[in-house]
């Protein structure tokens, strides 16, 4: 092989085929480099050379092989410059800082959108796809009160069903760029119920993140090897809610591994979708988290002062509040015509206390005219 095969005035190709080779990763990439040069290198030595060079197994050093990739990678480039997407080549001074420090971390990222991947303040919000009520509710006033008191703050999630989607949504509600981490090329969005969302995303100085370039075909195994990126990105990953297995809790592991901080909501101990979480804080695993105040207290991030004109209301419950409220936690599936019957109370009297509580914050309103009572209760 020669430097002929190479385009020289378009560096990204070479960039692309080597962040393709079987195997390659941010550690492997680096020793790689070392061993032969660089990484262009790898195309223009003799099959010979490179493979003294390298110590790589002959499938790896062969021109077909090598040709190959650098064929992909053409493709690749044509589809990158025609949907204006970014690379984040290991070499390169735009590849995540935080990522520098993951030895697995891909050799090569494309992203879609205006986030900054170096942002200040980075959040991973991850949990069970079988998200609850109370679930979405603490994620949407966990990232609202992050928002308020930290500047350069990001999102990060999987932008999949439950706990991620709810995190993105909590982050466009309070115009706080998010970073959705997916697990397949950015020529489409899994699940495609999200499309909406990942368009907002990119739309308000998010992004859309992965390692796969765009002829990727879907596989169930992405999905996992993804969460070492949402991880790798994150200054602290938090896990809302999860079964007692699932990919939060893989996320939550290789964030522990990476020396990242780890943090859990608590949830009733009989609540199917809490046991991950309480699971990691008794193990000492992951510390408790009950609001935004814990994550910047753990981190010891420097809150942005209030101004002096806000204040923050608090609403105390009169007493019938605190029935109907204790009522709807013991009784979720209920409707207004059921607590109705239950507290023996006049229809139009509980129709204007819930009104009242719902726009003091202290309960929302869920399909079928049920209620659940939120976190600021």
């Known amino acids: ?77 044509d ?9 984040h080549f290991f070499a390169d001074d735009n590849y995540p800082a935080r990522l520098r420090d993951c030895d697995d971390a891909p050799a090569m990222l ?12 980075t959040v991973a919000v991850v949990g069970t796809r079988h998200a609850t009520p109370y679930g979405i509710d603490f994620v949407r006033h966990l990232v609202a009160d992050l928002a308020q008191s930290l500047d350069s703050l990001v999102i990060i999630s999987g932008l999949a069903y439950g706990i991620d989607v709810a995190a993105h949504r909590a982050a466009l509600d309070a115009a706080v760029p998010t970073l959705a981490v ?10 495609a119920d999200h499309r909406s969302v990942a368009a ?4 308000e100085d998010g992004a859309i993140v992965t390692e ?28 809302v809610e999860s ?12 964030a522990a591994a990476y020396n ?20 990691l804080i008794a193990a000492n695993r992951a510390a408790l988290v009950r609001s935004a105040d814990d994550v910047i207290s753990l981190m010891n991030w420097t809150p942005r002062p209030a101004p002096e004109t806000q204040t923050r209301l608090s609403f105390d419950m009169t007493p019938e509040q605190k029935t109907i409220a204790d009522h709807i936690i013991a009784h979720p599936d209920h409707t207004v015509n059921d607590i109705c019957v239950a507290l023996a109370m006049p229809y139009n009297l509980l129709s204007s206390i819930l009104f009242e509580m719902e726009m003091n914050d202290l309960i929302i309103t869920l399909p079928g005219g049920r209620y659940a009572v939120t976190s600021r209760q």
């Open 260 to 279: 990242r901080e780890v943090m859990a909501v608590p949830g009733r101990v009989t609540d199917t979708y809490s046991r991950g979480c309480n699971n």
């Open 212 to 239: 796969y370039p765009s002829d990727t075909v879907i596989h169930r195994g992405n999905f996992l090897a993804r969460n070492r990126i949402v991880a790798g990105l994150a200054d602290v990953v938090i896990v």
């Open 1 to 77: 092989m020669t430097d002929g095969l190479l385009d020289r005035t378009n560096p990204l190709i070479a960039q692309i085929a080597f962040s393709r080779i079987k195997g390659i990763n941010l550690s492997t990439a680096r020793q790689l480099v070392g061993r032969i040069g660089s990484y262009d290198n790898y195309f223009s030595l003799s099959s010979q050379a490179l493979a003294s060079a390298s110590a790589l197994p002959d499938n790896l050093t062969s021109a077909t092989y090598r040709q190959s990739l650098l064929n992909a990678a053409k493709a690749e480039s």
């Open 200 to 203: 907002k995303i990119v739309n």
């Open 182 to 191: 997916v697990a397949h090329g950015l020529n489409t969005i899994y699940p």
């Open 110 to 121: 494309y992203s879609i959108g205006r986030c900054n991947l170096d942002s200040l303040h």
């Open 79 to 87: 589809f990158i410059r025609e949907k204006s997407i970014r690379t």
């Open 243 to 254: 079964d007692a297995r699932g990919g939060a809790l893989s996320t939550a592991a290789i």
